[in-house]
């Protein structure tokens, strides 16, 4: 006995319409061709039998599968899920599936992460760079037909367009007004030292403070709350221990904040604390949080619309006339200031 298929194929419509095979797959592909009154019939044929087009076959036959690949260090930061989520929002209004993987910032997930997107025939990516300068990653995106945009970090020495904040200005702000509350010895807190955003934050915090004529004090050790303890623990406990604290990002934050609290140490009278990237509690707990607010939701929106421009308006995944001439595009971040740095909570 032969089994019934779940699925309504393309001929069971064409039989229900009364029309042939091209007919309902002109419909299905925009309707070229076909007189108004067979358009609406089949539609509500198909609509009638819930008919979905079969998209494997369809990237068989060389057509869009309407996925696009979106490959980000994490789903658990608050930065990349806000930028996935403005992501799949543009996605969904081109009728489009997105396809979220996740890498840690490792280089070799990465390539494998992006390997098979690729066997799936994505019609375009967006990726976080785990590595801004690997040159595996750079040639397997030139090798690709696809078009990329790549977010919060650039593919160093490719035409690839990247959505990115800017780092350094950003850094140099926050620093800059930690040395206006009155900070002499500003420690940089950080961890990962060798990705693109961190080393451009770590750049903007030292013009800073070489510009005031203050020393530079770095400590690159944190990964973990653990590590955050060890680290403003040996801090606290040296000849100069410092009055502020500029952490690189957002966990980092959190976890001064804690260890700070932990220790009774008060926050802002006795080292004052200012972070980078906004997280959810930064304006409700106590003191609040000053952070330097990145745009993530515009960086998504951003990144896929030009993807989409891409897809839909240049045929030769070209780009546009008018990012011939742009391949980084850069936005600003900007200060929110609030309890933890000095400023007084009412301006949070």
């Known amino acids: ?59 068989l036959k060389g057509r869009r599968t309407k996925t696009i690949g979106l490959v980000i260090p ?23 599936l997105l396809i979220v993987m996740v890498t840690a910032n490792d280089p070799r997930t990465e390539i494998d992460n992006l390997n098979v997107l690729i066997r799936h025939r994505v019609d375009g990516l967006i990726i976080v760079p785990a590595d801004s300068q690997s040159l595996e990653l750079r040639d397997l995106l030139d090798r690709t037909a696809l078009p990329v945009v790549a977010i919060d970090r650039p593919v160093a020495n490719s035409s690839i367009v990247s959505v990115v904040v800017d780092n350094l200005e950003g850094a ?80 980092t934050t959190i976890y001064a904040l804690e260890v700070l609290q932990g220790l009774n140490i008060a926050v802002p009278q006795s080292i004052a604390l200012l972070g980078f990237d906004d997280f959810e509690l930064a304006s409700t707990v106590r003191p609040s949080v000053s952070v330097i607010q990145q745009p993530a939701e515009e960086i998504g929106r951003r990144a896929a619309e030009i ?35 000095g400023c007084a909570p009412a301006l949070s």
């Open 172 to 251: 140099m702000t926050a620093t800059r007004h930690l040395i206006d509350h009155g900070s002499k010895r500003i420690v940089c807190l950080t961890g990962e030292s060798t990705l693109y955003t961190i080393r451009e934050r770590m750049k903007g915090y030292r013009k800073a403070v070489e510009s005031a004529g203050l020393a530079c004090i770095f400590d690159t050790s944190v990964k973990d709350y653990k590590s955050a303890e060890c680290a403003i623990k040996s801090l606290l406990d040296g000849p100069n221990p410092p009055d502020a604290i500029f952490a690189t990002k957002n966990s």
């Open 74 to 96: 994490s789903i658990a930061d608050p930065f990349f899920s806000s930028c996935a989520e403005a992501i799949q929002t543009v996605t969904r209004l081109h009728d489009s």
């Open 1 to 59: 006995m032969t089994k019934k298929s779940l699925h309504p194929t393309l001929s069971q419509v064409a039989r229900k319409a009364g029309v042939g095979t091209t007919t309902v797959s002109r419909v299905i592909n925009g309707g070229d061709r076909v007189s108004p009154k067979t358009l609406v019939h089949v539609r509500r044929v198909i609509e009638t039998l819930g008919y979905m087009p079969n998209e494997a076959a369809r990237a």
């Open 307 to 341: 993807l989409f421009d891409r897809l839909l308006k240049e045929p030769d995944n070209q780009l546009p006339a008018s990012l011939k001439h742009t391949q980084q595009i850069v936005l600003q971040p900007r200060l929110i200031r609030r309890g933890s740095c």
